[in-house]
């Protein structure tokens, strides 16, 4: 029931004059404990539209304000002028409007309506751009944190499902006719799976898949999408599909689909934005993850031909190896050796040691060179000087500048011993190792070689006695610096040392050792590629007749 006309008259007397309202720029409603609009100014009554005093405040204004009225307790004004009291926050029409509450000294309220549909507007920008920056950096550093593909794959699926739709299906360019795919809802766990499908099935997919720019959302019609592309686990029908190219490093990485319910909005031109830029990092990941890939392909491919191999016995002769590169991230170096077996039991093989003048892949390289030169002239194995000058013209003729040392051991069972033919190329003396704990250092000498047009050679010849050892080894054992002052090498006399420890004990045992013994020297200082062959000759087991008398026979 509307307050009686005196009633208003008399309060309307008592609020400001008419030209104060008149001046005021924002709209200002004046109204009663009892919830009546008691007065308001032009700018209120063009933004309300017909509200007259005497209305009350449910019929005049959104509800929201009413609510703010109803929760409001304001202190009577004093002679100060207002309390500060909290603004309330809502719509009017398409606009943004804050409330403010302002005593009067008659107990009523005077509603300030201040206009912040801009302000608004800023700060949902500000927030979607806030958002928006924490996904993509988001995305950045998950992404570049691996080069899986795989991985790559899922994290784009999971992070895609959580931020810019309900599902996220990241397919990869086709081999034949499978297609590669990982796919998340709800920003749950990727699962990576393989279809047999036609992309041509989906709109823009086949084009995308080629780098081509993506279809807008609106074109592409949900129901047309075959069954393939909906994610295990996504409840309901697709009620908007967008279909983006994930950009690589000049082709493309592959397509990332997003799938939202018909339950909600369909794509926008902000989010097909949004969902682009994460593509760009996305494809970026994927693009890098697969060249790392290929090249670790590559790499594994060419290591299987430059590692040394493993050795073992050739023709009744024990043969053991070791190899520990200069750097831990490196799995080849400079230092290399081989075993390459006679065409017959009876002849001999070929055992090769060599260092290469520096280490790491460029020293490798040529390391890979002189083993297949080295290969290729193992027929002519009886002759080292023939071989070494072969090889030395190679290496002369080669672009490359470095020089290699070596030494060649011909191997041949004889009976219960092993023959040795042993020449060195500017490479450390061979050292023999004899059952009464002698430590032989074998007097061969020789030219190093891709340095000088001639070479020039000494081989000797000595055998092993069944449970005797041959030791080959490069530099990078003796020249190991470390010790308790960590810059003392290991020299010759330690090396001599440690293998006359290694009396009777098996090829393998005694790389091992020396292995052992240099890296403890080194503890974690920087050294030479080390590279060891150890050559021994088997012992001979007897065995009775089967009488247990008469005098048996040896087999090795």
């Given at each position: 029931?509307?307050?009686?006309?005196?009633?208003?008259?008399?309060?309307?007397?008592?609020?400001?004059?008419?030209?104060?309202?008149?001046?005021?720029?924002?709209?200002?409603?004046?109204?009663?404990?009892?919830?009546?609009?008691?007065?308001?100014?032009?700018?209120?009554?063009?933004?309300?539209?017909?509200?007259?005093?005497?209305?009350?405040?449910?019929?005049?204004?959104?509800?929201?304000?009413?609510?703010?009225?109803?929760?409001?307790?304001?202190?009577?004004?004093?002679?100060?002028?207002?309390?500060?009291?909290?603004?309330?926050?809502?719509?009017?029409?398409?606009?943004?409007?804050?409330?403010?509450?302002?005593?009067?000294?008659?107990?009523?309220?005077?509603?300030?309506?201040?206009?912040?549909?801009?302000?608004?507007?800023?700060?949902?920008?500000?927030?979607?751009?806030?958002?928006?920056?924490?996904?993509?950096?988001?995305?950045?550093?998950?992404?570049?944190?691996?080069?899986?593909?795989?991985?790559?794959?899922?994290?784009?699926?999971?992070?895609?499902?959580?931020?810019?739709?309900?599902?996220?299906?990241?397919?990869?360019?086709?081999?034949?006719?499978?297609?590669?795919?990982?796919?998340?809802?709800?920003?749950?766990?990727?699962?990576?799976?393989?279809?047999?499908?036609?992309?041509?099935?989906?709109?823009?997919?086949?084009?995308?898949?080629?780098?081509?720019?993506?279809?807008?959302?609106?074109?592409?019609?949900?129901?047309?999408?075959?069954?393939?592309?909906?994610?295990?686990?996504?409840?309901?029908?697709?009620?908007?599909?967008?279909?983006?190219?994930?950009?690589?490093?000049?082709?493309?990485?592959?397509?990332?689909?997003?799938?939202?319910?018909?339950?909600?909005?369909?794509?926008?031109?902000?989010?097909?934005m949004l969902a682009r830029l994460f593509a760009a990092r996305a494809g970026a990941a994927l693009s890098a993850a697969?060249?790392?890939?290929?090249?670790?392909?590559?790499?594994?491919?060419?290591?299987?031909?430059?590692?040394?191999?493993?050795?073992?016995?050739?023709?009744?002769?024990?043969?053991?190896?070791?190899?520990?590169?200069?750097?831990?991230?490196?799995?080849?170096?400079?230092?290399?050796?081989?075993?390459?077996?006679?065409?017959?039991?009876?002849?001999?093989?070929?055992?090769?040691?060599?260092?290469?003048?520096?280490?790491?892949?460029?020293?490798?390289?040529?390391?890979?060179?002189?083993?297949?030169?080295?290969?290729?002239?193992?027929?002519?194995?009886?002759?080292?000087?023939?071989?070494?000058?072969?090889?030395?013209?190679?290496?002369?003729?080669?672009?490359?500048?470095?020089?290699?040392?070596?030494?060649?051991?011909?191997?041949?069972?004889?009976?219960?011993?092993?023959?040795?033919?042993?020449?060195?190329?500017?490479?450390?003396?061979?050292?023999?190792?004899?059952?009464?704990?002698?430590?032989?250092?074998?007097?061969?000498?020789?030219?190093?070689?891709?340095?000088?047009?001639?070479?020039?050679?000494?081989?000797?010849?000595?055998?092993?006695?069944?449970?005797?050892?041959?030791?080959?080894?490069?530099?990078?054992?003796?020249?190991?610096?470390?010790?308790?002052?960590?810059?003392?090498?290991?020299?010759?006399?330690?090396?001599?040392?440690?293998?006359?420890?290694?009396?009777?004990?098996?090829?393998?045992?005694?790389?091992?050792?020396?292995?052992?013994?240099?890296?403890?020297?080194?503890?974690?200082?920087?050294?030479?590629?080390?590279?060891?062959?150890?050559?021994?000759?088997?012992?001979?087991?007897?065995?009775?007749?089967?009488?247990?008398?008469?005098?048996?026979?040896?087999?090795?």
């Open positions: 029931m509307a307050p009686p006309k005196e009633d208003i008259a008399t309060k309307t007397r008592q609020r400001p004059t008419p030209g104060l309202w008149a001046t005021a720029p924002s709209p200002a409603i004046v109204v009663d404990r009892a919830g009546t609009v008691v007065d308001l100014n032009p700018a209120a009554d063009a933004l309300l539209g017909g509200v007259r005093p005497g209305t009350t405040l449910p019929e005049a204004v959104p509800a929201w304000l009413t609510r703010a009225h109803e929760e409001t307790v304001v202190p009577p004004a004093g002679p100060d002028g207002a309390a500060v009291l909290p603004a309330f926050r809502g719509r009017i029409g398409a606009r943004s409007f804050e409330a403010h509450p302002v005593p009067h000294r008659d107990g009523d309220t005077v509603w300030w309506l201040v206009d912040d549909t801009g302000r608004q507007r800023v700060e949902e920008e500000l927030a979607t751009e806030r958002e928006r920056t924490v996904l993509l950096a988001e995305a950045s550093n998950t992404l570049l944190s691996s080069l899986n593909t795989d991985r790559c794959m899922q994290v784009t699926a999971q992070l895609a499902s959580r931020h810019l739709a309900e599902a996220a299906v990241v397919v990869l360019p086709p081999s034949g006719r499978k297609l590669p795919l990982a796919y998340a809802v709800e920003g749950g766990s990727a699962v990576r799976a393989t279809v047999t499908a036609d992309p041509a099935q989906v709109p823009g997919l086949s084009e995308a898949l080629q780098g081509f720019p993506p279809v807008p959302s609106r074109w592409i019609d949900p129901a047309s999408l075959p069954g393939w592309l909906l994610p295990e686990g996504f409840v309901g029908t697709v009620g908007s599909a967008a279909v983006t190219p994930l950009p690589g490093h000049g082709v493309p990485a592959g397509v990332l689909v997003l799938l939202r319910g018909t339950g909600s909005t369909e794509f926008n031109e902000n989010e097909e697969r060249l790392y890939a290929e090249q670790s392909d590559i790499t594994r491919t060419l290591m299987r031909d430059l590692l040394p191999p493993p050795l073992n016995r050739v023709n009744g002769v024990e043969f053991a190896g070791g190899y520990q590169p200069a750097a831990a991230r490196d799995r080849v170096g400079g230092d290399f050796y081989d075993v390459h077996p006679g065409g017959t039991p009876e002849d001999a093989s070929l055992a090769v040691l060599g260092d290469v003048c520096g280490k790491g892949l460029d020293a490798a390289v040529l390391t890979g060179k002189i083993r297949n030169t080295l290969q290729a002239l193992t027929p002519m194995a009886g002759d080292h000087e023939r071989m070494l000058r072969l090889l030395n013209g190679a290496l002369l003729t080669s672009h490359h500048t470095r020089f290699a040392t070596l030494v060649l051991a011909s191997v041949r069972r004889e009976e219960s011993r092993v023959r040795l033919r042993l020449t060195s190329a500017g490479h450390p003396a061979p050292l023999v190792i004899r059952n009464d704990g002698r430590v032989e250092e074998i007097d061969t000498q020789g030219t190093l070689v891709g340095a000088l047009p001639h070479i020039e050679t000494r081989t000797v010849e000595t055998d092993l006695l069944p449970g005797e050892t041959c030791l080959l080894y490069t530099d990078g054992v003796t020249e190991a610096r470390g010790g308790p002052l960590g810059d003392e090498m290991f020299g010759e006399e330690r090396l001599m040392r440690a293998v006359a420890e290694c009396v009777g004990m098996p090829g393998a045992a005694v790389v091992e050792r020396v292995q052992m013994l240099a890296s403890q020297w080194l503890h974690d200082g920087r050294h030479d590629d080390m590279a060891l062959v150890a050559i021994t000759a088997p012992q001979t087991t007897h065995l009775s007749a089967v009488d247990g008398h008469t005098r048996g026979r040896y087999t090795g």
